[in-house]
């Protein structure tokens, strides 16, 4: 028996194991070498293309002009015969070609700058760069020559500079394809700067319908350059409009602002002949519109105050408030607005009255209303919502609802708290417009005016309020309120939140005094000062610009007296007294009306005859609590 060491002894495993170390070993040998290869082509590219470009770049500061042109021809043509296949590096030459061409127009451009704004003369160095590099210069100053006729015709460069700039570059033989025919264009060009420049002014204050009109006039009347930059312009201008305006017009028809949208989608109609959603945008407003009038005659104008939105907690028990005599309910409100809708009344806008995009004097406007109709102005004094008033069943503050309309808060007779569009003036003159949308000339709804004295809208938006809110809700048996500044800020939000819904909505806002003083006429105007200037600051800055000025109680002031003065020059251009009759008149810069006080206790004026019917509009509660009490 033969005995064989294991130490030399070699199996049939083993020799598989060693054949296959062998294997891997050529393999890795193999990829070794692959791949010193790989990175020695790859780092050859990688140098290949990043001197390239700056090779292009020294040739040119070194004035060899056909070198840099075959280093980019060189480039050029290996994009052109990229392989589709080889999409990542035909990509880096692409960017190479590009590096280069920004070379070329970073120095042309300079050029072009020093011409123009410091009257550089070209040397004969710059002229043969600019020749000799035709191939990338053509386009650049081509690019330039009709900027600058461009910047000549909307009038921000002055005609001898363009001449300069065309005479420097005159010697530069393959340019004078482009040049001549715009250097005789130039003097048409300087015809149409008016014009052209009218037309950007419009479309810079976002009149784009105007802009446009204006530029197919210009259009119509020029040829070439001036033709060819109004059609671009044209383009540019429809393009940039249509979303904005489409968008403001079909606001307008949700608003009830009919005569508005038909007057845009009719000029949209103009511009966009064939687009079937301005064609029905404009038939959706023109039936609601009809014939309109200029009118002349006296402007009704009737004033409530916050409503009685729970007659229960108005008139719970035998010795109810006796201030609820200032105060209609709801359903004497809405019945008022139901006559006067039969009667042919339509709600306007008394700053339609006026005209007064000058501070310093206004113009008289006539209304217009569709014919038939009579104007009226609604108006809803001192929205403050103060604690006072809470026995009265009145609002305590406006509130938005999940649909963002704006809606009394109230607590009812059994202490729960009620949110209600129709608790309030403003609510139920939104529905009846809804209802009856000829009831308002282009959107308009009223005008509230606001104090500051104890709330604004119901929410304390002023450290200085917080103590007269208090008195009142002490005073009305209701705990006091300890107000941080963080309440403030949030209250000031939920105000501005109101405002910008109910001014969307073609609501109009105007100043009842910050303190509501009973008597301006006998105030001194030092007193009349402080007290607007707290306004200003407290609550006219969470209204914008308010130009109305409603007289507490009707005490107005004569609109030459120093105290008129004042308020007019703090922008108030609208002033509105009180009387049962219709009255205006308009004053040195400034437009005076009276207002008609509706409340239970003036109901039964004779004057109001002509507007609604007494019985018709009583609240049948209180005839019902005249029983009780008897």
């Known amino acids: 028996m033969t005995v064989f060491s294991s130490e030399y002894y070699v199996g049939e495993d083993d020799r598989k194991n060693s054949k296959g170390y062998t294997l891997a070993a050529v393999i890795c040998a193999v990829a070794l070498i692959v791949l010193g290869l790989t990175s020695f082509i790859i780092g050859r590219k990688n140098a290949y293309e990043i001197d390239t470009v700056p090779n292009f770049e020294k040739?040119?500061?070194?004035?060899?002009?056909?070198?840099?042109?075959?280093?980019?021809?060189?480039?050029q043509d290996e994009v052109l015969?990229?392989?589709?296949?080889?999409?990542?590096?035909?990509?880096?030459?692409?960017?190479?070609?590009?590096?280069?061409?920004?070379?070329?127009?970073?120095?042309?451009?300079?050029?072009?700058?020093?011409?123009?704004?410091?009257?550089?003369?070209?040397?004969?160095?710059?002229?043969?760069?600019?020749?000799?590099?035709?191939?990338?210069?053509?386009?650049?100053?081509?690019?330039?020559?009709?900027?600058?006729?461009?910047?000549?015709?909307?009038?921000?460069?002055?005609?001898?500079?363009?001449?300069?700039?065309?005479?420097?570059?005159?010697?530069?033989?393959?340019?004078?394809?482009?040049?001549?025919?715009?250097?005789?264009?130039?003097?048409?060009?300087?015809?149409?700067?008016?014009?052209?420049?009218?037309?950007?002014?419009?479309?810079?204050?976002?009149?784009?319908?105007?802009?446009?009109?204006?530029?197919?006039?210009?259009?119509?009347?020029?040829?070439?350059?001036?033709?060819?930059?109004?059609?671009?312009?044209?383009?540019?201008?429809?393009?940039?409009?249509?979303?904005?305006?489409?968008?403001?017009?079909?606001?307008?028809?949700?608003?009830?602002?009919?005569?508005?949208?038909?007057?845009?989608?009719?000029?949209?109609?103009?511009?966009?002949?064939?687009?079937?959603?301005?064609?029905?945008?404009?038939?959706?407003?023109?039936?609601?519109?009809?014939?309109?009038?200029?009118?002349?005659?006296?402007?009704?104008?009737?004033?409530?105050?916050?409503?009685?939105?729970d007659t229960d907690v108005a008139f719970a028990g035998r010795y109810h408030s006796s201030n609820l005599g200032l105060y209609l309910t709801t359903y004497e409100f809405e019945k008022i607005l139901e006559s006067l809708y039969e009667k042919g009344y339509v709600l306007v806008d008394p700053e339609d009255m006026i005209e007064g995009s000058d501070p310093t004097f206004i113009l008289e406007r006539n209304l217009k209303v569709p014919t038939?109709?009579?104007?009226?102005?609604?108006?809803?004094?001192?929205?403050?919502?103060?604690?006072?008033?809470?026995?009265?069943?009145?609002?305590?503050?406006?509130?938005?609802?999940?649909?963002?309309?704006?809606?009394?808060?109230?607590?009812?007779?059994?202490?729960?708290?009620?949110?209600?569009?129709?608790?309030?003036?403003?609510?139920?003159?939104?529905?009846?417009?809804?209802?009856?949308?000829?009831?308002?000339?282009?959107?308009?709804?009223?005008?509230?005016?606001?104090?500051?004295?104890?709330?604004?809208?119901?929410?304390?938006?002023?450290?200085?309020?917080?103590?007269?809110?208090?008195?009142?809700?002490?005073?009305?048996?209701?705990?006091?309120i300890d107000v941080t500044n963080d309440d403030i800020d949030y209250s000031r939000e939920k105000v501005t939140e109101i405002v910008n819904v109910l001014a969307d909505n073609g609501w109009k806002f105007a100043s009842c005094t910050y303190s509501y003083i009973e008597d301006c006429r006998n105030t001194e105007k030092a007193v009349l000062k402080e007290d607007t200037e707290k306004w200003l600051d407290q609550i006219g800055s969470l209204f914008g610009d308010v130009h109305m000025l409603v007289y507490p109680n009707g005490n107005y002031i004569f609109g030459t007296d120093d105290r008129a003065v004042y308020y007019k020059n703090q922008g108030f251009r609208i002033f509105i007294g009180s009387a049962p009759k219709p009255y205006h008149i308009y004053g040195d810069n400034y437009l005076y009306l009276d207002r008609s006080m509706m409340s239970y206790n003036t109901l039964n004026r004779k004057s109001y005859e002509e507007l609604f019917d007494y019985t018709k509009v009583v609240d049948p509660v209180r005839e019902q609590e005249k029983e009780k009490e008897t």
């Open 81 to 309: 015969k990229a392989s589709p296949n080889d999409q990542e590096s035909n990509e880096v030459r692409v960017r190479m070609l590009d590096d280069m061409e920004n070379i070329v127009k970073l120095r042309v451009d300079s050029l072009c700058d020093r011409i123009i704004g410091n009257r550089y003369v070209l040397t004969s160095s710059d002229i043969n760069f600019l020749d000799s590099m035709r191939e990338l210069t053509s386009s650049v100053v081509s690019d330039r020559l009709y900027g600058i006729c461009e910047e000549f015709l909307l009038g921000k460069v002055e005609k001898p500079v363009v001449m300069y700039f065309f005479e420097q570059l005159q010697p530069v033989g393959n340019f004078a394809a482009t040049a001549n025919p715009l250097l005789r264009e130039l003097d048409y060009i300087e015809t149409a700067t008016g014009d052209v420049q009218t037309a950007e002014a419009s479309f810079n204050e976002g009149d784009y319908v105007a802009a446009v009109k204006k530029y197919k006039v210009v259009d119509e009347g020029y040829d070439g350059f001036v033709g060819d930059y109004c059609d671009k312009r044209i383009a540019d201008i429809k393009e940039t409009m249509y979303d904005p305006m489409m968008a403001e017009g079909e606001h307008m028809l949700q608003t009830y602002k009919f005569y508005s949208a038909e007057r845009l989608f009719s000029d949209l109609a103009v511009i966009f002949p064939e687009d079937e959603m301005i064609k029905s945008n404009l038939l959706n407003a023109t039936s609601h519109t009809t014939e309109v009038k200029e009118y002349r005659g006296p402007v009704e104008m009737i004033c409530v105050r916050s409503l009685i939105a």
């Open 59 to 75: 040739a040119i500061d070194e004035g060899r002009y056909n070198d840099a042109l075959s280093i980019y021809r060189g480039i």
């Open 372 to 480: 038939g109709k009579k104007p009226l102005v609604v108006v809803i004094e001192n929205l403050q919502y103060s604690a006072s008033a809470y026995n009265c069943g009145t609002c305590r503050r406006l509130v938005l609802n999940d649909e963002n309309q704006v809606c009394g808060e109230y607590v009812n007779a059994d202490g729960e708290t009620v949110v209600s569009r129709t608790a309030e003036a403003i609510g139920i003159l939104d529905a009846f417009v809804e209802k009856n949308p000829d009831f308002t000339y282009d959107g308009a709804k009223g005008v509230i005016s606001v104090s500051g004295y104890e709330a604004c809208f119901g929410y304390v938006v002023a450290a200085g309020e917080i103590e007269a809110r208090n008195m009142a809700l002490s005073a009305a048996n209701l705990p006091q």
